[in-house]
Each structure stands twice: as C-alpha cells, then as structure tokens.
C-alpha cells in the first residue's frame, strides 16, 4: 500500500490542493505493478474535504480511516511519501499504520527524508526504512524481499546502527513508466501534471531537485508522454493539463514535438511551467497555438546580485525580456518571487517588487485587451491568479544549498518545525535584513499588487494574504 499523507491543517484554503492526483506514487505504483506486484494506492489528501459539503476532515479522523484501510487490506509493506510540509502528518500517518498493523514494513521516502533519513529513523521507532531519491527501484527490491543490505538507496536499523546503503543510478527514462491513472478515481481530481524530464543541472541555491533526480536531464519519451496523456483522459476528459517541462528552450525539436501531441489530444486550455532562460517566441507560440494560456515562471528576484549570488542563472534583463515577449504573443504569465533570498536587504526587495509590477503591467494590459475571450474559457479569479505575480517568503527545505550551507549563504535558518515550512511564514532570514522587515514588505508588496489589479479593473476583494491557488 502506498500512501499520500493529508496536508498540514491551514487557516487558509488549501483545497485546490486535493486536486492533483500524487504524481510520484503513481510512478512507483505502475513500477510495481508492471513487475509483478500486488499494489494499491490511498490519496489521504482526498478525505480532508468531504464532497460535495467540503467538510473539513482533521488528520487525527484520516488516521482513523487510514487504519480501518490497513486492516482490512493487511499489506506487507507500506510506503509513505513526504515533502517537507507534510512531514510530520506523514509521520503520524506511518505510527498509526504500524499501530495497526505491526507486522508490515513501514516505509517513508520522498523530498523530505531524503535528507533527514537518521533523524527519521531515530524519532519515528515505527518507521522500518527510509528510501532516498527516486523510490521506484528501491521499493520493488524491498517488495521483492532483497537482502536489506544489496538495495540501493535505503536507509535502516542495524544492531542499533542506522545504515545508509549508497544511492544507486537514477532510472533511464524508458524505463520511468506511464503513472498508474487507472489505480485511482480520477473523476475526483482536476489536474494532470505533465512531467516530461527528471533531472536538472542547474545550481539554484533554494531548490533540491538535483540532489534528488541528478544533475543530468532524462527526458521521457513523446511515445510515452502520448499514452499517459490517453491513460489520463480516458478516464477523465475534463482534466486540465499543468505541463511542466524546465528545458523546453534547451530541447527545443522534443518541446515542439510534446506540444504537437498535447494539441492532438483537443485538451482545451492548459497551464505550463518553464525555467525563464527555456523560452522563445517560436516556443510561446507553438505553446499558444497547442492551447496553453499561462505559464507560470519562476522569476525569484529583481535584482541581478540576488539572482547571482543564488545561483539562479538568469538576469533582470531576461525577466523583462519575458515579460515583454508574453505580452507581444498575449499569454498570460503567473510571475514567482521569493523574498528573503540570501543576500537581500531593504534595496533588493524593493527591486524585486518593482520588477513584478512591471511583469504585472505586461500581463495586465494582455487581460484588458482579450478578457472577453478569456472569460470564456476560464473562470473570472482565475484569469487575475494567471496573471498576478506572487511573493512568497523563502523556505529552506532540507536538501538545499542554503539548508546545508546556510553559514556560507549568510543566511540563519530559526528552527526545523517544517510544517512552517510553507512560504508564508518566515523560517529564517538572511544576515542583513530581519524576517520581520522581510514580512512587513510582503504586505506592503500585497497591497502594491492589489493596487495594480485596480488599476486595471481587476477584483481584488477575494485573493487573500495566504492565498496559494
């Protein structure tokens, strides 16, 4: 049994996130299978809301439901996944799995306990292992009942030692299977989320990703990518696309090739994410003709020694360049921003807020000129959440440079209590800025943003200051 642990309980809505099927089990699952196994998957995440009153369901009722599943399935072996703001709900779901059931082997793996395996393992006595890094292969050979000691990427209890077995190589990609749509039901879900590539080689300062995938790019088949969309559809049409793919620029034939497929699938509008350095003006409009009508681009600063100094890769000049070309092709563009990076201070964030504004100015005047035509196809808040730009607070997760560095970034993380890892609240800060100064702009940035959604006659009243949509 694999689990997908419920999310932290919020004061702000976090239900739009119980609408994306768990991507990552679902690999392992359709890995599992495919070899033989005997699998199953429990989506916690859909009992936090019960449909159609949308109930809240507190954590402490999903164990509960989680056990009476454990029991009556009685599995051999039981994988928990978590990044690092599911944590600790994942934690409580694995002891109340091994409450239940304390002959099966509890297993956690994911984003998070890839980094903090022996502090997992040292907390958590019901916990049995913890698989680092991609999890598919690991949690075959321990399906399989291999020597403990011959898997690749686990972490466990030995004579009272905790053992790291080494990571071995990442999956090729013909052999990243088709996700396991069918295993779930997914007329419960709105979303896909279309992963083409795992693997980056890029340094940024805030993200694990290439400590967790490597740092060479897998690019997964178009065949495959064709059929998982099919698998997808098939089982519910109305699902909309959110296709990511970091390197469209840097694999520009393969990119325009996907685009082509997701075009003959007639999937109506969809979302995209790309690096801002892997975009084009032949790729925006291949992107626009296939029917995509926002990108979401992970900007992260205004200022040209943040973006430096973090490793980023892109300069002010190719956001704007961005902003500028999205405007001239009329795709609407969600901006990302982190404040609180290392190396900020008073003047990089007001750099920063000025360079979203601008990126708002461009996507703004794109929403005035075609809202008729937008409001056909998407819902009014939707249309400003596609083309806002965002400011969240940096969260270091474990696995990052600055979570393994922070003394070289001059940056002085407060605590591990990762359930405030959310990016709205401040978890550390940088050596010259306070957290509180850096919350205090975000504020200030708030209302700067609803000012210019005013500007231009956009609704303000309902976005919200934790709002994540």
């Known amino acids: 049994m694999l689990i ?3 999310f932290p309980e919020r004061p702000w809505d976090t239900n739009w996130l119980t609408q994306f099927p768990p991507k990552g089990l679902m690999y392992i699952a359709a890995y599992l299978r495919n070899a033989g196994a005997d699998v199953s998957i429990l989506d916690t995440k859909q009992m936090q809301y019960e ?5 809240r369901r507190s954590i402490k009722e999903i164990r509960e439901v989680v ?3 454990v029991k009556k399935q009685e599995p051999e072996l039981i994988g928990i996944t978590s990044a690092t703001i599911s944590y600790i709900p994942a934690i409580q779901i694995a002891q109340a799995v091994k409450e239940t059931s304390p002959s099966s082997k509890v297993v956690i793996g994911g984003v998070h306990v890839t980094f903090t395996a022996h502090e997992t393992l040292k907390e958590c006595p019901w916990v049995d292992m913890v698989v680092r890094g991609e999890g598919e292969r690991p949690m075959l050979e321990l399906a399989e009942g291999k020597t403990l000691s011959k898997i690749e990427g686990i972490s466990y209890r030995n004579n009272g030692k905790i053992v790291d077995n080494p990571i071995g190589e990442p999956l090729p990609p013909d052999e ?10 997914m007329t419960k879900y709105a979303y896909v989320v279309l992963m083409c590539t795992r693997g980056c080689p890029h340094e940024c300062s805030f993200c694990e990703v290439p400590f967790i995938h490597g740092r060479k790019i897998r690019s997964r088949s178009a065949k495959k990518i064709s059929e998982e969309l099919e698998l997808a559809l098939s089982l519910n049409p109305s699902l909309e696309i959110r296709y990511e793919d ?9 990119t325009l090739e996907i685009l082509e497929i997701v075009k003959s699938k007639n999937v109506g509008q969809f979302r995209a994410t790309t690096r801002p350095d892997g975009l084009n003006n032949e790729i925006l409009e291949k992107l626009k003709a296939a029917g995509c009508t926002n990108l979401y681009i992970g900007m992260e600063s205004g200022s040209d020694d943040v973006l430096g100094f973090n490793k980023r890769g892109i300069t002010v000049s ?5 902003a500028e070309m999205c405007e001239k092709n009329e795709m609407l563009f969600h901006s990302g921003f982190i404040l609180g990076l290392p190396g900020e201070n008073k003047d990089t964030l007001q750099q920063t807020l000025e360079v979203a504004l601008k990126c708002c100015d461009a996507t703004f005047r794109v929403v005035k000129k075609n ?8 819902p009014f808040k939707l249309i400003v959440e596609n083309s806002r730009a ?13 979570s393994m560095n922070p003394e070289e970034f001059r940056y002085k993380i407060f605590h591990k209590n990762w359930e405030l890892y959310d990016c709205n609240t401040s978890v550390g800060e940088p050596f010259d800025i306070s957290a509180q100064e850096i919350e205090e702009f975000k504020k200030k940035s708030f209302k700067a943003i609803q000012n210019k959604m005013k500007e231009y006659g956009l609704p303000v009243d309902w976005w919200d200051y934790g709002y994540k949509g």
């Open 371 to 378: 809202f008729e035509k937008f409001l056909e196809i998407m």
């Open 51 to 55: 449909r159609p009153s949308l109930l």
């Open 246 to 254: 970091e390197f469209m620029g840097l694999q520009k034939e393969r």
């Open 67 to 69: 056990k009476l599943k």
């Open 4 to 6: 997908d642990p419920p």
């Open 176 to 185: 990243i299977p088709i996700p396991a749509y069918d295993m779930l039901d």
């Open 318 to 322: 190719k956001i704007m360049e961005i």
């Open 390 to 402: 965002e400011l969240n607070l940096l969260a270091p997760n474990p696995g990052t440079q600055i």
